[in-house]
């Protein structure tokens, strides 16, 4: 790896900010970690060989937060302090699980502060008012929404850079990763989806294999009995492939499409998750426009073909499965299945939305014919697709 501005002058946080700022799948990164990530992943590994990981338990923790309301925000006073001396593991892992529950649960954040962080770390001689600035924004972020790991990844760095890693600042972002990433590391030892690590946002799973210096090839979606996983086919000779828990970030997607599409509510915009199958109807509301209404949603994983959909429906009806495929040759892609019962061959406008990020990308599809069974696919990665302006195809 090529040590070059603040990066390179410690080696301690070299491995870490280089993985984040470079691409997915770093091939010319060193695989390094920092010593207390080796005490740490060498830690649960171990409990792992002896069984004696555990998955959170969800249920017991929401039931904690009920019957004392004070529970967690005092839990997460302690952490923001960095109070490691009275933060047990047990209140790390309500603090990080706990999440869930609250009201500000958002496990597909965007951290758009992570841009500008870039034309400083790299620089030879960084001014000390840019990276006091960057701290500032990194504070109000982890103010905002404080389960984040990478926000401390960064923070480190730069505290390092100001102030010394002997400094209250730097220690006090180090405890914190800590704290964190024994939660994380207690659920599993990722070797498969049985023993899949357990987080509550996509970032964190991403920060944790790139502070590692793990990079990985693909991605892909998993459901199993009502639980959702990410699976990782890893740039690595020894481990392959890595498994991570994210059910709780796809019930939060779930329950935010729920109510974001409301019953025989038309709109010209139509937003459906990954793993899901819906039924439209469609309403002209000028001459050959529609606007389309979800009258019925569910939860969808497994094979498409003629028999997912009705044979006979209304001329208004259109019946969409979004969804994770598995191919013949064992790959997976992401699948838009479509069986429309107008009568006329319909466009619109489709845009899909990556893991991870809150913008949409246009995508281009081959619109519905009459009672075909149309199919759009794409590479795994992606959360969202959005239809847009469906019409009468001009002839």
Not at 130 to 149: G, S
Request: charged fraction near 25%; proline fraction near 3%; include cysteine.
């Amino acid at each position: 790896m090529k040590r070059c501005g603040i990066i390179g002058k410690n080696y301690i946080f070299a491995t870490i900010t280089h993985s984040f700022i470079h691409s997915k799948n770093p091939k010319t990164m060193k695989k390094s970690i920092f010593l207390w990530l080796i005490i740490l992943f060498t830690s649960f590994a171990i409990k792992a060989q002896e069984n004696e990981y555990q998955a959170p338990d969800y249920d017991a923790i929401q039931k904690m937060m009920n019957e004392d309301p004070n529970l967690y925000p005092s839990i997460e006073a302690k952490f923001l302090r960095a109070d490691y001396s009275s933060l047990s593991e047990d209140e790390a892992t309500i603090f990080y699980y706990g999440k869930v529950f609250r009201d500000d649960y958002s496990p597909y954040k965007s951290l758009e502060w992570t841009n500008n962080i870039k034309k400083i770390l790299f620089s030879e001689h960084p001014k000390k008012s840019l990276l006091k600035k960057e701290l500032k924004n990194i504070n109000k972020a982890i103010a905002d929404y404080p389960v984040l790991l990478e926000c401390y990844f960064i923070k480190y760095v730069i505290c390092n850079e100001l102030y010394g890693e002997e400094s209250k600042e730097a220690k006090s972002s180090l405890v914190q990763i800590s704290s964190l990433l024994k939660a994380i590391l207690s659920t599993g030892d990722g070797k498969s989806m049985e023993s899949a690590f357990h987080v509550v946002q996509v970032h964190d799973e991403h920060a944790i294999m790139r502070m590692s210096g793990i990079g990985w090839k693909q991605q892909s979606l998993h459901e199993d009995e009502g639980q959702y996983y990410d699976r990782f086919e890893l740039d690595d000779e020894e481990v392959t492939e890595l498994y991570f828990n994210i059910t709780p970030c796809f019930k939060a997607l779930f329950a935010e499409f729920a109510q974001s599409d409301a019953s025989d509510s038309y709109s010209n915009r139509i937003e459906i998750p990954l793993g899901t199958k819906v039924t439209l109807r469609l309403k002209e509301v000028e001459k050959g426009k529609y606007q389309a209404a979800i009258i019925d949603k569910q939860s969808f994983s497994g094979e498409v073909d003629e028999t997912t959909f009705s044979v006979e429906n209304d001329s208004d009806i259109v019946e969409l499965v979004f969804a994770q495929i598995k191919l013949d040759s064992g790959k997976e892609k992401v699948k838009l299945c479509a069986k429309s019962f107008n009568n006329n061959i319909l466009s619109f406008d489709s845009f899909i939305q990556y893991v991870g990020k809150n913008d949409f990308e246009s995508t281009s599809n081959v619109g519905w014919y009459p009672k075909a069974l149309m199919i759009e696919q794409w590479y795994p990665g992606i959360a969202k697709i959005r239809l847009e302006n469906i019409r009468i195809t001009e002839r």
